[in-house]
């Protein structure tokens, strides 16, 4: 697409945008009693407007049937999750048996890495992307002494070639050749938080297998961003929050997938709870622990239905669009924005690194951005005009432009109000 720098131009493509009905859909914050520019649903995903009568639901229900509403509700508590599976799948591209919804990530990646962080002899060594989200790094570390070992020894932190802020597909992949039989798991951000790289998971699991390692990634910033095929590529394990794209509400529940070959061994090491237990036998309370084969095996507790009911609405919307209708779009609108940055760097003179990769293989929606010289002071000003972006230190910007409810028009109006706010600041120093 050629884009141009003017609102006639946002105004027709948002025209032709066969999602542009779904913004009326979510609520916006607002500024002066307009919308907010909002670019921050890669940190928390707006409210689907039909959230709010999902909870209204569960609680007449509640109020209604008091237990009775486990099996009487309109949908049904006691199998509130098994719901919620098959549209998950669809967004990491697993089968639905792989897929279970329960906890929220961190708490999720510690109960996966009880089943696929098993070092033997030499096999301990866990590889990681570059700056990985602190939560992430914590929940190896804690890995590694449960097991009597040494962080130090065994967390290994990808990083870039000198003078390079991402990593490189072929570097990644001769990483773990290096590594061989001393590497034990990859778990990579499939989306990196800070950078927004997005990572080739079907070739690093392919390698990383080769080895004789697991691989296992961390969706937070890739479900409903990326397209994955997680069962396709053979990926052993996955977890995701539903907060980020999947616009579920503040701490929502999490999801997690397991590939079929792990749900199907009965003998794998995890924690057990009673809703991991055969359904059949579940209440005849019995001592012994007898998993379903299914991801669900991995849950432990009853569903926490209030955040489900969230998570439920604002899955219908995916389940709508479809992650491909949703890609196409994103490509082009993220694609507006570099075009819009590279605009305002002219017109201002100031200068600017993208950190984000350029090709569209290797990013989702966000855009990771530098601007020299700036402070946590510039995301300040935008938001008094009415502009939401994140800082994250030392010096980056991050903003994404989603495409389930941002607009042409969103990313066209930031370009001016960035422009005048950069003008300003030039004239001022
Ligand atoms: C957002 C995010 C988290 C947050 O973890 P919670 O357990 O949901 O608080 C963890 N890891 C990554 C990579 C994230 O982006």
């Given amino acids: ?16 945008d066969i999602l542009r009905a779904y913004r009326s859909q979510y609520l916006f914050p607002k500024h002066e009693n307009l919308d907010m520019l909002y670019f921050t649903g890669n940190s928390l995903g707006l409210q689907p407007v039909g959230v709010r009568e999902a909870l209204i639901q569960e609680c007449d229900d509640w109020a209604k049937y008091g237990v009775e509403g486990h099996f009487l509700a309109k949908h049904p508590w006691y199998s509130y999750h098994e719901d919620l599976a098959e549209p998950s799948a669809r967004i990491v591209g697993a089968l639905i048996h792989e897929v279970v919804v329960m906890n929220q990530l961190t708490v999720n990646l510690n109960l996966l890495l009880i089943s696929f962080y098993q070092p033997q002899g030499k096999r301990r060594k866990i590889l990681f992307e570059t700056k990985p989200f602190p939560s992430d790094q914590y929940a190896f570390a804690s890995h590694a002494k449960l097991h009597g070992l040494n962080p130090d020894d065994v967390l290994v932190e990808m990083q870039p070639r000198n003078g390079e802020v991402t990593l490189r597909n072929e570097d990644i992949l001769a990483k773990i050749e290096e590594l061989g039989d001393e590497l034990a798991l990859v778990c990579f951000g499939a989306v990196n938080y800070f ?7 079907k070739s690093i699991t392919e390698k990383a297998h080769q080895v004789g390692a697991l691989a296992g990634f961390d969706l937070a910033h890739a479900a409903g961003n990326v397209p994955l095929r997680l069962h396709d590529w053979e990926v052993d394990f996955a977890c995701w929050c539903t907060y980020k794209y999947l616009n579920s509400g503040p701490g929502s529940v999490g999801g997690v997938y397991i590939h079929d070959s792990h749900v199907r061994n009965k003998e794998l ?8 237990n055969n359904k059949k036998t579940r209440f005849e309370m019995k001592p012994d622990f007898d998993p379903m084969i299914t991801a669900e095996a991995w849950s432990m507790s009853n569903a926490p239905v209030f955040s489900m009911a969230v998570h439920r609405a604002a ?34 003179g100031q200068k600017m690194q993208i950190l984000t990769p350029k090709e569209a293989d290797s990013r989702g929606c966000q855009l990771s951005i ?34 389930m409810y941002n607009s042409y028009e969103d990313v066209y109006q930031f370009g001016v109000k960035f422009t005048q706010i950069l003008k300003k600041r030039i004239g001022k120093s």
């Avoid at 003017?6 to 027709?12: P, S």
């Avoid at 609108?333 to 002219?346: C, D, H, P, S, W």
């Fill in 1 to 16: 697409m050629k884009y141009e720098n003017n609102l006639d131009f946002a105004l027709v493509q948002d025209e032709r």
């Fill in 195 to 201: 950078t927004g790289q997005f990572f080739d998971l």
């Fill in 269 to 276: 090491l995890r924690l057990a709870g009673w809703w991991g």
């Fill in 315 to 348: 899955l219908v919307l995916f389940a709508e669009v479809g992650m491909y209708e949703l890609r196409n779009k994103s490509v082009q609108l993220t694609g507006y924005l570099e075009f819009i940055l590279a605009e305002v760097q002219k017109e201002t």
């Fill in 370 to 403: 530098v601007v020299e010289g700036s402070d946590k002071s510039l995301v300040a000003e935008l938001f008094r005009q009415g502009v939401i972006v994140d800082w994250r230190e030392p010096n980056v910007i991050r903003m994404a432009p989603v495409p």
